[in-house]
């Protein structure tokens, strides 16, 4: 039982190293599962800036929507007043609505580009990201192989000390010269 | 309703609003069943690991045990050991120090530590070996020599484990040389312990071997004193041994006991050589011995002596010779006691007869008795001679011309002239009727009889010029009143011869018999002189002697022991009454 030790030690060291090597596999597995999800994700960024831009648009057009509105109540208020809407203070009025309109316009359309800009920004990280992870799978899987070489190569080294692979004292005591 | 209509297209464009999308997450983290099975896998992996090397330490354990026990069991022996260190041999260890097998550095450390301590034990051996040799040796092997003994034990052993080990050789120098030094510092102790008593004892007794020879540093002549004196060596042996055992570190308590010892030594012998002085014929006596003393007229070596001595001393030697003198003179008056006792006692035998005879009418023995009062007691003869007168004596005596005559008579007037006129002076009184017929007769027969007194007289002449007296009266008589004495036996042995012979002139027989005597009595002084000189083996010729005292005298010849100086003041005594009236041969 005592010889044994160092041979069962040998073997469980071989299980570890096994071990190492299957969660360097998973490992990588698992980073490349990873790389896929954010690209995914990457693509539902870019829906959803595509959607955030649509608001904008949106806003821009409801934006005008109510200038149109504003102006019409003017001529209107204009016409049954007797007035010409189209001098005076009523053009006036309606030309400083219509600049408020093409300002909110303006500003609804930048934000829509940012929106989108920003969208597509935010995916191509994720897609970099994805693309990291790609390429740490191997290395994972790499590092679980080494891993299981270093256990198994301190498990060679601690056998030897132990003389799992044959020891006996190599040497006995004696005196140089000294006749038998 | 105009204006909505006109309004219309507008409105159309924003009544379709873009798609409110729901908030669409994907899980971007790691696989959970991925992740479970790296997990599973990495911590299985650890757990056996860690069982393995539990299993690598346990079998790590069992082959540094067995290592150890093969490296004790294969290590070198003793005897090994010993025969390496003789023949400059080097010794191997089992096992490899080098080696990553755990048996193997265990089997080589194992076998070195043993090695180590069989070294050190073999080392500790010899050392104590040397140790042992010199405290066996009562102070033979001093403690240097001990030190380079115990050096060499301790580079032969390191020397030849250096060989094996370098570093077990530097931790055995350091081990050894620590106890080493401990045994070195103990026995270094002890050894200076014994060394410094022995030199200290050595010292004193050293200094104690000459007490005895201190009386002899007081040099001189035993017979006349005159120079005695203190040999100059006396004080530099004393500060000689008490400087040789200051520097020997003897107790101050111990040289101050030894130099009063010396001292009161020294002056024992100061005193006695100056009391011999005082109490010889040179001194002329005690009270003469205090005086000369006193006025420091002594002779020069005894005032030597006597001033070397402490004040103290000096008080203590004078009040000693002036007790002898004390003495003396109560001796003497103790003498005049008795005498005047007996006188006293002969006046009033005399005075009871007188009144007896006066009584009776016996003027015959009235007349006597005066006659001898006259002698005897002359005031108490004075006192009755009128008794005699009144008593019925025919004629009348003149009692001063009695008192006179028989004064004179008494005194001793031997000297013919003198008698004659004494004769002279009787008869004249007698014609004169100053004195009775009876009275004028008795007064020459008186003077007849008065040559008892010439013997006297001359018995006095005798006692002075031999000096009788001093001779008698000296406590440690010397050769010169032994030859007094003896000649004045020999002249009184002639004197009451010639006193038989009523014409004989004593004076003239002591003036001739001493005369005679003195020669005779010298010569055989000298011849016993020289029987005592031939008697004394170290000293028995006068060469040896003179020699003797002059190499004592200039110091060449160191003052003797108590029993040689006896013999050396015998044999100068001879040597000095042989010098005196011999002839040296």
New interface residues.
């Given amino acids: 039982m ?1 010889a044994a ?2 041979y ?3 073997a ?2 071989a ?10 596999k ?2 990588a ?3 490349e ?2 790389a896929n ?2 690209d ?2 990457s693509s ?1 960024t870019k ?2 800036g595509r ?1 955030n831009a ?2 904008h ?2 806003q821009a ?2 934006s ?2 109510n200038v ?2 504003a102006m ?2 003017n ?2 208020r204009a016409g049954a007043g007797h007035i010409d809407a189209d001098s005076g203070s009523i053009s006036s009025i309606n030309n400083e609505i219509l600049s408020i309109g093409v300002r909110d316009v303006s500003t609804a359309s930048a934000n829509e580009t940012i929106t989108r800009g920003m969208a597509g920004y935010q995916a191509t990280l ?1 897609n970099d ?1 994805a693309a990291r992870l790609r390429a740490g799978a191997p290395v994972a899987r790499r590092t679980g192989v080494f ?1 299981a070489m270093a ?1 198994m190569g301190q ?1 060679m ?8 692979f044959g ?12 006749p038998a | 309703m ?2 909505r209509d ?2 219309k297209p ?2 159309s ?2 009544s379709v ?5 729901p908030g ?8 959970p069943l ?2 479970a ?6 911590s ?3 757990r ?2 860690q ?3 539990t ?2 330490k ?3 354990t ?2 540094e045990a067995k ?1 150890a026990a ?2 004790v069991q ?3 022996s003793i005897e ?2 010993k ?2 260190k003789k ?1 400059g ?8 120090a080098g ?6 550095q265990a ?1 080589y450390a194992s ?1 070195l530590k043993l ?1 180590e301590a069989r070294y050190g034990s073999l080392a500790r051996e010899a050392a104590l070996g040397e140790v042992t040799k010199a405290f066996m040796s009562d102070g033979e092997i001093k403690p240097d020599l001990l030190q380079k003994r115990l050096n060499d034990v301790l580079e032969s052993y390191t020397g030849s484990l250096a060989s094996v080990s370098q570093a077990g050789a530097a931790k055995l120098d350091i081990d050894l040389r620590n106890q080493f030094n401990n045994q070195l510092v103990a026995y270094s102790r002890e050894w200076h312990s014994k060394d410094t008593k022995q030199r200290r004892a050595k010292a004193v007794a050293r200094a104690h071997n000459i007490l005895p020879e201190v009386a002899g540093y007081v040099v001189g002549d035993s017979k006349t004193r005159q120079d005695v004196g203190i040999a100059e060596h006396a004080t530099s042996m004393l500060e000689r041994e008490v400087l040789n055992m200051t520097v020997e570190g003897v107790p101050t308590s111990t040289i101050e006991a030894y130099k009063t010892t010396f001292q009161k030594r020294l002056d024992n012998a100061l005193i006695t050589s100056v009391t011999q002085w005082s109490q010889g014929s040179e001194a002329g006596g005690p009270l003469e011995a205090f005086s000369k003393l006193s006025k420091g007229t002594a002779p020069e070596g005894v005032m030597d002596a006597f001033e070397s001595l402490p004040a103290s001393k000096q008080n203590t030697l004078k009040t000693d010779i002036w007790a002898a003198h004390t003495r003396e003179q109560s001796i003497e008056e103790d003498r005049q006691k008795v005498i005047d006792d007996a006188h006293d006692a002969v006046v009033e035998m005399h005075t009871t007869n007188f009144y007896s005879a006066l009584l009776t009418g016996d003027h015959g023995t009235m007349r006597t008795i005066i006659d001898t009062l006259t002698v005897v007691d002359p005031d108490t003869a004075g006192r009755l001679i009128p008794l005699l007168s009144k008593s019925g004596d025919a004629g009348t005596d003149d009692a001063g011309i009695v008192r006179d005559i028989s004064l004179r008579i008494a005194e001793g007037q031997t000297d013919p002239t003198q008698r004659t006129y004494i004769k002279y002076d009787i008869i004249s009184a007698m014609k004169d009727g100053t004195l009775t017929t009876g009275t004028g007769k008795h007064l020459m027969q008186n003077l007849s009889a008065s040559r008892s007194h010439v013997f006297k007289a001359a018995q006095a002449e005798l006692k002075s010029k031999t000096r009788y007296n001093t001779a008698m009266n000296r406590i440690n008589p010397g050769p010169e009143d032994d030859a007094a004495l003896r000649l004045y036996e020999r002249v009184m042995a002639k004197l009451h011869l010639a006193s038989a012979d009523p014409e004989a002139d004593l004076m003239v027989v002591v003036e001739t018999e001493i005369e005679n005597e003195q020669g005779r009595i010298h010569a055989a002084m000298v011849e016993e002189a020289r029987e005592t000189l031939a008697s004394i083996p170290l000293f028995n010729s006068v060469e040896i002697v003179e020699q003797t005292t002059e190499g004592l005298k200039n110091g060449t010849i160191k003052p003797f022991g108590s029993v040689k100086i006896l013999d050396y003041q015998r044999a100068l005594r001879a040597v000095k009454t042989i010098n005196k009236w011999g002839t040296a041969k």
């Fill in positions: 005592v030790v160092p069962v030690a040998l469980m060291t299980a570890s190293a096994v071990g190492q090597y299957q969660a360097g998973a490992q597995a698992s980073m599962g990873q999800a954010v995914a994700q539902v829906l959803a959607q649509l608001q648009k949106r057009v409801a005008l929507d149109l509105r019409a109540s001529n209107a994720q990201q891993n256990v498990g080294m601690s056998g030897a000390q132990v003389g799992a020891s006996s004292t190599s040497a006995t005591g004696n005196v140089l010269g000294k | 105009a204006a006109l309004l507008q409105s464009l924003g609003a873009p798609i409110s999308l669409v997450s994907m899980p971007t983290g790691p696989d991925l992740a099975t790296a997990n599973m896998a990495n299985l992996s650890q056996i690991g069982m393995s090397q299993m690598f346990v079998a790590g069992q082959a290592g093969a490296g294969n290590a070198p090994e050991i025969w390496a023949h041999q080097s010794v191997t260890l089992p096992g490899d080696s990553i097998n755990i048996q193997e089997a076998s090695t």
